[in-house]
C-alpha cells in the first residue's frame, strides 16, 4: 500500500490500520532484533578469528625479535630499538606475573578446587562454622581465643577477586596482543631501512593525535571498576547458593548451577508462581503509569495552554510546585493520608459510609498506586509537553483552520503527531522506568498487603521492590540476582525493540 | 611461674565450678574444662528438649567474676590480646541512641575495672549510638569484620545471627553466672540449641496489654477479648491488636497449639493442621468486629502512630503492645487511667484459651570476628550484670532481667512491670521458636488479610494459605 491509498482511506480505516500495522510488524521487530544479535555475533567471531590468524602470521612471518616477544613481552621492541617501549611491556608482564603468583592464581583455583563452592562436605577453605581453625580450649575461659578470624577467605572475598582477577587477565591480554602486534609492526619499519618511532614520540602521541585514549582511560577504568565488576559478581552470584543458610564469612555458599533459574520458572511452585504475578503485575502497572501520566499530562498542558486561560504561568507554576516536592515526601503523605484509620477515612465514615481500605486491599492498593502515581508524575510531563506545544508553528494550525478543521481535528493531525514523534524515546524511557519503579510502591504500600500465596512479597511489588526485599528481608540474594538479570533482559529487550520499531528511529529527518 | 600457678589454680576451680554447677543434672557427660572439643556450653543439649537442667543446682555455686582471683586472670588475657593488637584494646559498641549517654557512664566503670596494672595495654572504646537495637543484628550479619565488638539487639534477631555465625558463644566463666544471676525465661531467650550467645539486658520488650481503667474497671473486664471488644463496642472505642504483624498475631497460633520450634538450625511448624486452622478462624471470629470495637491492623501507618493516634483521639480503649508505648498512653488518658495487664484468653476451637505472647528481651552480643574475643565478652558481661541493670533501670526506666534486681522494690512497684511479669509463664523465647525467615514471610501479611477481609474466609481457603505459609518458613 502507498501513500496514496492511505490518504484516501477514512479516519475510522487508517486508525484500523496503524493498529494492525503495529501488531503485524512486532513478529518482523523481534525477527530484526534476533538476526541484529546474529549480525553482532558473528562480527565478534569473525573478529576473534581474525585476531587468532594475525597472531600466527606474525609469528611465522616474524624475525627472532619478534618470535621472542611472543614469550618475553617487549623483546621484539627492544631487538628492533624501541628500548622505552619494549620495557613498559616488559614491566606489564612482570607484574602481572607478579599480581597472579602473590595474589589472582589463588582465587583462580579457590573458585573450584579447594572445595569453598564444589559441595557440602568438601568445604575446606574459611570456614568457622563447624570447626574454627586453630581451634583451642583457654584453661580459664572454656572457649576460642584465636583472634584471626578476620584473615580467613569466604565466599564473597573469593568470588569478587576471581572475577577482579579474570578482568585484570583480560586487559593483560590486549598488552599481550599489542606487544606483538607492536614487535612486528617495529619489525616491518626497520625491513623497510627507517627507524621505528622513539618511546617520547610516542608518549607525545597520547597528548596530541591519540588523544582521544589518554582522554578515555579514566571513564574506561572507572565503568570496569564500578559496572562491569559488581555485574559480573551479580551473574556469578545467581548460579550460587548464596542465601540466608549461606552467609560468609559465617558460612560458605557453592555452586548450584541453573537451580535459582529453575525455581524461578517452574521448579518451585511458590516462587515460579509469587514471579508470575508479579510480572504481570509490573507490566500492567508500567502500562497505565506510563500513559495515564501521559494522556493526562498532555491534556492539562493544552487546556493551559488555550488562548482564552488566563494567567498561565500562575497555573503552570501551581502544578510544577507538586513535583518540586520531593516524591517520597509526597508518597509518605499520601500514605498517612491513605491509612486505613487515616484522615481521608475519617471523612469517609463521617459522611456515614464505610471506610475504604485503600492499601490494605490488594485490588484497591493496586488502583491506589496508579492514582498517586498520576499526582507525582502528571506535572512533569505536562512541562515537557507544554514546552512542546509553544513550539508547534502556529502557522500549521492556521491553515488547517483555513482548510475548515475543528478543534479535535487539528489536535488529531497535527498536535497528537507532533507530541508523539517527539516523546515516543520518552515515553520507552519511562516505561522502563516504571517497571523499575521503586519509590512509589516502596513509599506507599511498601509491596503490601502480602496474602500468604506470595514468596517474600506482596500485592503490589513490582520485580525490583521484590529483588529489594529478597535481599534486605530475606537475603536470598541468589535469587535476587536472577531477578535482576531478568529485570535486565525484559528491559533491555523490550526497549530496542519498541525504539526500532518508533518512527523517531526510522525517519530522524522529518516530523509526523 | 606465678602466673602457671595461677592457671593450674583456675583450671581446678573452673573443673569445680563446671562439677558443682552439674550437680543437679541427672547426666554428667560433661568433659572436663580445658581438655574438651566443644565449648563447655553445649553440655546440655545432652539433656535434650527444653528443660534446663542447670536450674536450682547451679545458682550460688558459681565463680564471681570480680574477685580479685578472676579479675587478675582476665586482664591478663587483656593482656595476651592486647600485645597481639600493637598494645591497644580497640573496641567499638553499638547501642541505641537514647541509652548511649549512660552507657557511656557504664564503658568508663569497666575501663576504670580492668585498667592495666602495670600499663602493659590500654583501652580505646567508641561507643556509638548510630546503629540501635532494631538494626544491630542485621547489620552485623551483612558484614560482620566491619561491625561492633560489642552490640545491643533486640532478641529477634538472635536466630539470625546465630545462622549467620556472627554472634560469639558466651564462654564458659560468664555462661555459668548468667544462667544463675537471670531468670530462666532470659535465659532461655538467649539459648539456641542449648548453647547460650548473648547477655540479657532488659526484659521490658514483649507485648501485653495496656488499658484505659474508665472503660474497663477492673481487671476482670480485661480477661476475655471477646468481652472486652463487646465493652469497647458499647463504649464506641476499639480494642488494637495488630493481626497484621507476625510478632503479635503469633499469640493466636501460639495458644491453639501450633507448633513453632527452630531447633538444630531447622525451623518446623504446624501451621498446616487442625490447631493452625483453629488459629485462623479465631482470628477471622474476632475480625468479624474490625472497624467496630476492634482494630486490627495499622492501617499502613505503624503500630506505633496508630496506637498514640488512637489513645489520643480517643477511638482505642486497650491496646496490645508493649513498654515503649506507655508514657505516650499516659500522656494522652492521664497516667491514673493507665491499666497494665497480661493478654486476655481468646475463643479458640470452643474453648476461652489464654493468649500466649512472644516475650521480649534486649541482648548484648559479642561479634564472632572480634580481636578481643575475651575483652568483649567481659565488657559484654558488665554492661548486663545485675548492678548495671539496676542503674539502668533508674536512669532509663528499663525493667531488668537479673533475679536479683527484680526483687529490687523500685522495681516491683511498676505497673507494666507486673503485667509482664504474669504474661512471661505464657510466653516464647524468639530465639528458640522461630528463624530469621519467619519475618519476612507473609504470616504477618495473612494476619493483615482476614482483618481487611473481615475474617469473611472458608476453611478450604484458610488451609490453603496456612499450607502455604508452612511451606515457606520451614526448612
Not at chain 2, 581438655?35 to 536450674?55: C, L
Request: aromatic share 12%; with cysteine.
Amino acid at each position: 500500500m502507498d501513500f496514496l491509498d492511505y490518504a484516501q482511506m477514512t479516519t475510522g480505516q487508517k486508525v484500523a490500520y496503524n493498529i494492525k500495522s503495529f501488531f503485524t510488524g512486532i513478529p518482523g521487530a523481534i525477527a530484526n532484533f534476533f538476526k541484529a544479535i546474529g549480525r553482532f555475533f558473528k562480527a565478534l567471531f569473525t573478529l576473534i578469528g581474525n585476531g587468532f590468524k594475525g597472531y600466527g602470521s606474525r609469528f611465522i612471518k616474524g624475525d627472532i625479535g619478534t618470535k621472542l616477544s611472543y614469550v618475553i613481552m617487549g623483546a621484539g621492541s627492544m631487538i628492533h630499538g624501541q628500548i622505552g617501549k619494549g620495557l613498559c611491556f616488559l614491566v606489564s608482564e612482570i607484574a602481572y606475573i607478579y599480581f597472579m603468583i602473590t595474589f589472582g592464581i589463588n582465587f583462580l583455583l579457590k573458585i573450584y578446587s579447594t572445595g569453598v563452592y564444589v559441595d557440602e562436605n568438601t568445604l575446606v577453605d574459611g570456614v568457622i562454622g563447624k570447626e574454627p581453625p586453630n581451634y583451642e580450649l583457654d584453661p580459664i575461659f572454656g572457649a576460642r581465643t584465636v583472634t584471626n578470624l578476620d584473615t580467613l577467605d569466604d565466599s564473597n572475598k573469593i568470588l569478587l577477586f576471581f572475577v577482579l582477577t579474570v578482568l585484570v587477565s583480560v586487559a593483560f591480554f590486549a598488552v599481550y596482543i599489542t606487544n606483538t602486534k607492536s614487535a612486528y609492526a617495529s619489525q616491518l619499519i626497520k625491513a623497510e631501512g627507517s627507524k621505528p618511532v622513539g618511546f617520547i614520540a610516542e608518549m607525545k602521541m597520547f597528548l596530541d593525535e591519540r588523544f582521544h585514549v589518554t582522554l578515555l582511560i579514566i571513564p574506561v577504568l572507572g565503568l570496569l571498576t564500578f559496572t562491569v565488576l559488581p555485574i559480573l559478581y551479580t551473574i556469578f552470584m545467581a548460579f550460587t547458593n548464596y542465601d540466608k543458610a549461606h552467609q560468609p564469612p559465617g558460612n560458605m555458599y557453592w555452586w548450584v548451577g541453573f537451580q535459582n533459574f529453575a525455581d524461578v520458572f517452574y521448579s518451585s511452585q511458590l516462587k515460579s508462581q509469587t514471579f508470575g504475578k508479579i510480572l504481570v503485575w509490573t507490566i500492567i502497572w508500567a502500562f497505565f503509569a506510563t500513559f495515564t501520566n501521559f494522556i493526562f499530562g498532555i491534556i492539562l498542558a493544552l487546556l493551559i495552554n488555550k488562548k482564552d486561560i488566563k494567567f498561565k504561568g500562575f497555573w503552570r507554576t501551581m502544578f510544577v510546585v507538586t513535583a518540586a516536592v520531593p516524591q517520597f515526601v509526597t508518597l509518605l503523605i499520601m500514605k498517612l493520608l491513605l491509612a486505613d484509620a487515616g484522615p481521608v477515612n475519617s471523612v469517609i465514615t463521617g459522611m456515614g459510609l464505610s471506610a475504604v481500605p485503600f492499601l490494605t486491599d490488594g485490588m484497591h492498593a493496586r488502583i491506589t498506586v496508579i492514582v498517586v502515581n498520576m499526582w507525582v508524575g502528571i506535572p512533569y510531563t505536562m512541562l515537557i509537553s507544554s514546552g512542546l506545544l509553544m513550539n508547534i508553528p502556529e502557522d500549521l494550525y492556521e491553515s488547517a483552520r483555513i482548510d475548515g478543521a475543528n478543534a479535535f481535528q487539528q489536535f488529531t493531525k497535527i498536535t497528537f503527531p507532533y507530541i508523539f514523534f517527539v516523546m515516543t524515546p520518552y515515553l520507552i524511557t519511562t516505561f522502563v522506568g516504571n517497571i523499575n519503579n521503586f519509590n512509589v510502591i516502596y513509599f506507599l504500600t511498601g509491596g503490601g498487603p502480602s496474602p500468604a500465596d506470595y514468596y517474600q512479597a506482596g500485592q503490589t511489588d513490582l520485580l525490583v521492590t521484590w529483588l529489594y526485599k529478597l535481599t534486605i528481608n530475606s537475603k536470598d540474594y541468589n535469587l535476587a540476582a536472577v531477578i535482576g538479570i531478568i529485570v535486565f533482559v525484559i528491559c533491555a529487550i523490550g526497549s530496542l525493540i519498541t525504539f526500532n520499531m518508533s518512527k523517531a528511529s526510522k525517519n530522524e529527518e522529518e516530523f509526523s | 611461674m606465678v602466673t602457671k600457678t595461677k592457671r593450674v589454680l583456675a583450671v581446678i576451680l573452673t573443673g569445680m565450678m563446671a562439677a558443682t554447677a552439674l550437680a543437679g543434672c541427672t547426666q554428667t557427660t560433661k568433659t572436663e574444662s580445658g581438655s574438651g572439643t566443644g565449648t563447655a556450653s553445649t553440655a546440655s543439649t545432652a539433656d535434650g528438649g527444653e528443660s534446663k537442667s542447670e536450674g536450682d543446682g547451679g545458682s550460688g555455686s558459681t565463680v564471681d567474676v570480680y574477685s580479685d582471683e578472676m579479675t587478675a586472670n582476665i586482664k591478663a588475657k587483656m593482656k595476651e590480646e592486647a600485645a597481639a593488637n600493637g598494645g591497644t584494646i580497640e573496641l567499638k559498641v553499638w547501642c541505641a541512641s537514647a541509652d548511649l549517654k549512660f552507657e557511656k557512664t557504664l564503658i568508663e566503670e569497666f575501663k576504670e575495672l580492668y585498667k592495666s596494672d602495670d600499663g602493659s595495654y590500654e583501652f580505646k572504646i567508641r561507643s556509638s549510638g548510630a546503629i540501635g537495637e532494631p538494626d544491630a543484628g542485621g547489620k552485623i550479619v551483612e558484614s560482620p569484620k566491619d561491625g561492633a565488638d560489642v552490640f545491643n539487639f533486640a532478641d529477634d534477631q538472635l536466630s539470625t545471627l546465630v545462622e549467620a555465625k556472627a554472634i560469639a558463644p558466651v564462654i564458659e566463666l560468664f555462661n555459668s553466672n548468667v544462667k544463675a544471676n537471670n531468670t530462666k525465661e532470659t535465659v532461655d531467650a538467649c539459648t539456641i540449641d542449648g548453647t547460650a550467645y548473648a547477655f540479657p539486658k532488659t526484659s521490658d520488650n514483649g507485648y501485653f496489654l495496656y488499658y484505659d481503667k474508665r472503660v474497663f474497671k477492673d481487671d476482670s473486664a480485661v480477661a476475655s477479648l471477646d468481652d472486652m471488644i463487646k465493652t469497647a463496642k458499647d463504649a464506641g472505642k476499639n480494642v488494637y491488636f495488630n493481626l497484621g504483624n507476625a510478632w503479635y498475631n503469633a499469640a493466636f497460633y501460639f495458644s491453639a497449639g501450633v507448633t513453632i520450634k527452630y531447633e538444630n538450625g531447622k525451623q518446623t511448624t504446624t501451621f498446616n493442621t487442625d490447631e493452625g486452622l483453629n488459629a485462623a478462624k479465631a482470628m477471622c471470629h474476632v475480625a468479624e468486629n474490625a472497624g467496630a470495637g476492634f482494630t486490627g491492623s495499622d492501617g499502613g501507618s505503624g503500630d506505633n502512630t496508630a496506637v498514640e493516634k488512637g489513645f489520643n483521639d480517643g477511638t482505642l480503649a486497650a491496646a496490645v503492645i508493649g513498654t515503649w508505648e506507655g508514657p505516650a498512653i499516659k500522656k494522652a488518658i492521664g497516667e491514673e487511667n493507665v491499666g497494665a495487664a497480661k493478654l486476655p484468653t481468646a475463643l479458640i476451637g470452643d474453648k476461652q484459651v489464654q493468649l500466649e505472647s512472644f516475650g521480649g528481651y534486649k541482648l548484648i552480643g559479642v561479634n564472632q570476628f572480634t580481636k578481643f574475643p575475651v575483652t568483649s565478652q567481659a565488657l559484654a558481661y558488665y554492661l548486663g550484670n545485675t548492678q548495671s541493670q539496676l542503674k539502668r533501670y533508674a536512669e532509663r526506666g528499663l525493667i531488668p532481667t537479673s533475679n536479683e534486681a527484680l526483687s529490687d522494690t523500685k522495681v516491683q512497684a511498676d505497673p507494666a512491670k507486673k503485667a509482664i511479669e504474669d504474661q512471661t509463664p505464657f510466653s516464647h523465647g524468639q530465639g528458640s521458636s522461630v528463624s530469621g525467615k519467619y519475618w519476612s514471610t507473609n504470616v504477618g501479611g495473612f494476619g493483615g488479610e482476614i482483618v481487611t477481609k473481615k475474617g469473611a474466609f472458608t476453611d478450604d481457603q484458610l488451609k490453603d494459605s496456612l499450607a502455604k505459609i508452612q511451606e515457606q518458613i520451614d526448612t
